[in-house]
């Protein structure tokens, strides 16, 4: 369930943010690089004077993207994930205390959400194809049925006394697609803060966070229009020291006989969710926000507005199936709609 992209608004927001209260800002200078890890470009950009520093930093930062990848990422081979995966239904295994975090925090949105979050999705790989092996093809509903008992949160043991987790059931397999990267956005933005960094931006995928302001106004991010030009955003606003991400239908999907099956798959049909176009997440973390998008996009708009306004310090934006816009009480006056949405299948 990778999320799908949140369009910063680059044109304007990349004009860089505000030097260092020390550092004059006519010496300061927008300082930007870019590396693919995670599946996804990871692009980070700082307003400095020390160009020196800030690549020094944002090696850093990629190196941690890539160290957390090799631990979290189904597909390397050796990672804590495919051990805890292969050992599912047979022992506990160590995982060291960066995935045990994460699988806490993983399962405390699977609560949130009444396990609409769910990393033990992973089952359910090859059966929907929607990454480089996008086929077009629809899974037949018995192989389907066959793996929905399989994903179950609960049976996902984290023992903090041990240090090990434990998948009870034979099969289970753990995909932390849908917080890993989040993780990954929030463990960068610390290194740059360690390196003396206030004003800064990272994006990977869909996953944003923004510290600090640029220039002397704060960053500015657009919403992608869902059924709009690739590029094209129908909402904006002002974000400091906030994470910004989107789940949505549009960034892998496939259409047949006039009808869009796409990647965020509801954990109790083994179906791609229905009732939201795309769902956007304001929270003080991105592990947080990356979590809740997917799990809001698959309780749909009602009970999905409801759960932002419970939770302390988290605001959203829903856009329906049906192509209607809703706006959490906290970003009242915020949110720039600069027109609705385009409507289409």
């Known amino acids: 369930m990778n999320r799908a992209l949140v369009l910063l608004a680059c044109a304007t927001a990349l004009n860089g943010c505000r030097a260092d209260s020390s550092t004059p800002a006519a010496h300061a200078e927008l300082v930007e690089r870019s590396r693919v890890s995670m599946g996804s470009e990871v692009h980070l950009t700082a307003w400095t004077a020390d160009e020196r520093a800030a690549l020094s930093a944002f090696e850093a930062a990629f190196d941690e993207f890539d160290r957390l990848d090799a631990l979290m990422s189904v597909w390397k081979e050796g990672s804590e994930v495919e051990r805890l995966n292969r050992a599912a239904g047979q022992m506990p295994v160590p995982i060291g205390s960066e995935m045990r975090e994460v699988l806490s925090m993983a399962r405390q949105a699977s609560e949130w959400t009444e396990g609409k979050f769910d990393v033990t999705f992973g089952v359910l790989s ?78 990977s995928g869909g996953d944003l966070y923004v510290a ?18 690739d590029g094209s955003s129908f909402a904006a606003m002002d974000l400091t020291d906030a994470a910004f ?85 906290g970003l009242t006056g915020r949110l720039v709609i600069r027109s609705p949405p385009t409507d289409a299948p």
């Open 126 to 203: 090859g059966l929907w194809k929607f990454d480089h092996d996008l086929d077009g093809n629809i899974p037949a509903r018995a192989d389907v049925l066959a793996r929905l008992p399989l994903i179950d949160y609960r049976k996902l043991e984290v023992d903090e006394t041990t240090g090990t987790a434990f998948l009870k059931q034979k099969g289970m397999r753990v995909h932390l697609g849908g917080i890993g990267k989040g993780y990954a956005v929030d463990r960068a933005a610390a290194i740059l803060r360690g390196r003396g960094f206030n004003d800064f931006m990272i994006q």
């Open 212 to 229: 600090g302001t640029r220039g002397d106004r704060s960053w500015r991010a657009g919403i992608q229009d869902p059924r709009g030009p």
């Open 245 to 329: 991400t989107t789940s949505g239908d549009y960034e892998r999907f496939f259409m047949k006989d006039g009808h869009r099956y796409h990647h965020i798959i509801d954990p109790a049909s083994g179906e791609p969710a229905q009732g939201s176009r795309s769902v956007t997440v304001v929270a003080k973390t991105a592990t947080l926000a990356d979590a809740l998008d997917t799990g809001i996009f698959i309780l749909g708009p009602d009970k999905g507005m409801a759960l932002i306004e419970k939770l302390q310090g988290v605001e959203g934006v829903i856009v329906t199936s049906k192509n209607n816009v809703l706006v959490s009480s």
